[in-house]
């Protein structure tokens, strides 16, 4: 079945770094577009990046557009979110989703904490 | 951009029918397809909604979505309610590079 596992949460000072990745198995990982998604404590669903199916194309929402990078590695099934200048507002709970327009599937989560 | 504006939350009894809107802020509902999602708490979001009124398989028939360009909203409509379907529930679009989430209604079945 479809498993989206992502790793490499944590808590990180307040202009810190961090690298999150999603490991997919179960589908076609090479011919569908990857998103990263976000949910604050408490708060609603926002959604962060894209990266299209073979790499070419990346969107970023304007909340961390010149802060975070989208990538994939197809040859692992791999998808990773390189986070850098990191804010007290990007505290939240990561998902990976695959999909194109919208998100088919999801993965658990990975709860990043911007703290001092 | 166009943003999706839900009520923050509902409330119904078991067996009964209750409607969720999702209106849009600018351009046409009907520009770009709507999903919706449910997320149970501590779980991740599922799609009980795509293309505007498919439903995925194994969600039940009584799930289902519908545009109306009158109102420039989209609504899912959830009938027979369980208690099962006590749930956070999110619609979403995309315009050419965003993808855009309403803020979410929490749905109360009591």
């Known amino acids: 079945q479809v498993q989206l596992v992502e790793s490499g949460g944590g808590v990180v000072q307040p202009g810190g770094s961090l690298r999150l990745s999603c490991a997919a198995s179960?589908?076609?990982?090479?011919?569908?577009?990857m998103h990263w998604v976000r949910q604050a404590p408490g708060k609603g669903l926002e959604w962060v990046a894209f990266i299209h199916y073979n790499g070419d194309k990346k969107y970023y929402a304007d909340s961390v557009k010149g802060r975070f990078t989208i990538s994939r590695d197809n040859s692992k099934n791999m998808l990773d979110l390189q986070m850098n200048s990191l804010r007290a507002e990007d505290t939240a709970v990561y998902y990976c989703a695959a999909g194109i327009e919208w998100f088919d599937y999801w993965g658990q989560g990975t709860l990043v904490t911007v703290s001092s | 951009n166009f943003m999706l504006t839900q009520p923050h939350s509902v409330s119904e009894s078991p067996g009964k029918t209750v409607t969720i809107s999702c209106t849009r802020s600018s351009g046409s509902i009907a520009s770009s397809y709507v999903q919706w999602y449910q997320q149970r708490p501590g779980s991740s979001p599922t799609t009980v909604i795509y293309e505007d009124n498919q439903r995925p398989s194994g969600v039940p028939d009584r799930f289902s979505g519908s545009i109306d360009s009158s109102s420039n909203s989209a609504s899912l409509t959830i009938s027979g309610l369980k208690t099962e379907d006590e749930a956070d529930y999110y619609c979403q679009s995309y315009d050419t590079i965003n993808r855009i989430f309403g803020g979410g209604t929490k749905l109360t079945v009591l």
């Open positions: 179960g589908f076609t990982f090479r011919t569908y577009g």
